[in-house]
C-alpha cells in the first residue's frame, strides 16, 4: 500500500524509493552537538524543520516512492508530525547499521529496485543529486555520498546486503572507509555522488543559513527557522569566529 503523496515509478523497469533515516524530536535525542550553541526549544524546533524540508526534497523527486524508516518508539510522534504523506517502517534492532540494514531488507524483499537511504538533516542537498544517485545504481552495486568529514550522507542500493553495514566506526571519520572496506569484500562496486556536509555541528548550521539567506525556497521551513532564531545563530558564529 502507499502512503498518499508518494508517486510510484510507472513503467519503469526498476522501482524507485527514498528513504529517510529519521528519529522523533525529543530532547537530548537529536542534533545533541548543537545544543551547547542553541536553547534546547531551538535544536527541537530545527530538527522539525529539516525533517520536513527533507521530506519535500524527496517528494520532489519525480517518479519515486517516499518513506521514513525509524526506530518502533518514535513512529507513532512521526506519523503525527509528517500526516499520511509518507510511509513509515520501523526498524528491526537498535542504532544506525541495523537502521540501515532494515531499509535494504525490507524495501528490496519482494522485488529488485533502486533504494536510497539518506539523512534527516538533508533539506539543502540539491535533488539533481538524488536523481544523480539512481543513475549511478544502474551501473553500479552500491552508491555512496561521501560528507566533508569523512562519513556520508546517502548510500543506495540495489538488493540486501546483511553485512555491509556496522556499528563500527559510525558517526566517525572513518565511517565512509569501513562502508567502502566492506563493499570490497562483499565484492560490491561503488560508485559515488559529489561529497556534500549535513548538518551536525556549529559550523555545519552557520553554512547553511548563509546558503539559505540568499536560496530560502530551498528549506523554507528551515530558513524560517534561522530567521526566527537568528540572534543565537549570530552568538554562534561569534563564538566559531565568523563575524
Known amino acids: 500500500m502507499e502512503a498518499a503523496g ?13 528513504v529517510i533515516m529519521a528519529k522523533a524530536p525529543r530532547m537530548g535525542t537529536v542534533k545533541t552537538r548543537l545544543s551547547p550553541g542553541l536553547p534546547s526549544p531551538a535544536v527541537l524546533s530545527l530538527y522539525r524543520c529539516l525533517l520536513e524540508d527533507t521530506v519535500a526534497l524527496a517528494k520532489s523527486v519525480t517518479s519515486v516512492d517516499v518513506a521514513v524508516m525509524c526506530r518502533e518508539p518514535d513512529k507513532k510522534e512521526l506519523a503525527d ?10 526498524q528491526e534492532g537498535e542504532g544506525l547499521a541495523a537502521g540501515l540494514t532494515s531499509v535494504f531488507r525490507y524495501f528490496t524483499a519482494t522485488r529488485r529496485q533502486r533504494v536510497i537511504a539518506f539523512n534527516s538533516d538533508s533539506p539543502h542537498l540539491a535533488p ?27 548510500v543506495g542500493a540495489n538488493a540486501s546486503h546483511p553485512t555491509l553495514f556496522g556499528n563500527d566506526g559510525l558517526g566517525t571519520s572513518s565511517a565512509l572507509d569501513r562502508l567502502l572496506a566492506r563493499a570490497n569484500l562483499l565484492g560490491l562496486s561503488a560508485g559515488f555522488t559529489e561529497p556534500f556536509y549535513d548538518i551536525d555541528v556549529a559550523n555545519d548550521l ?36 565568523k563575524l
Open 128 to 154: 539533481s543529486v538524488l536523481e544523480k544517485a539512481f543513475e549511478i545504481l544502474g551501473a553500479h552495486d552500491v552508491v555512496v555520498g561521501p560528507t566533508h568529514d569523512g562519513g556520508y550522507y546517502l
Open 206 to 241: 552557520i553554512r547553511l543559513a548563509a546558503e539559505l539567506q540568499f536560496a530560502p525556497a530551498r528549506a523554507p521551513r528551515t530558513a524560517a527557522w534561522c530567521q526566527e532564531w537568528e540572534q543565537a545563530l549570530a552568538q554562534m558564529r561569534q563564538g566559531a569566529g
Open 81 to 90: 508530525l509528517l500526516g499520511n504523506t509518507v510511509e513509515i517502517v520501523t
Open 6 to 18: 508518494q508517486t510510484t515509478a510507472q513503467g519503469s523497469s526498476q522501482r524507485r524509493t527514498l
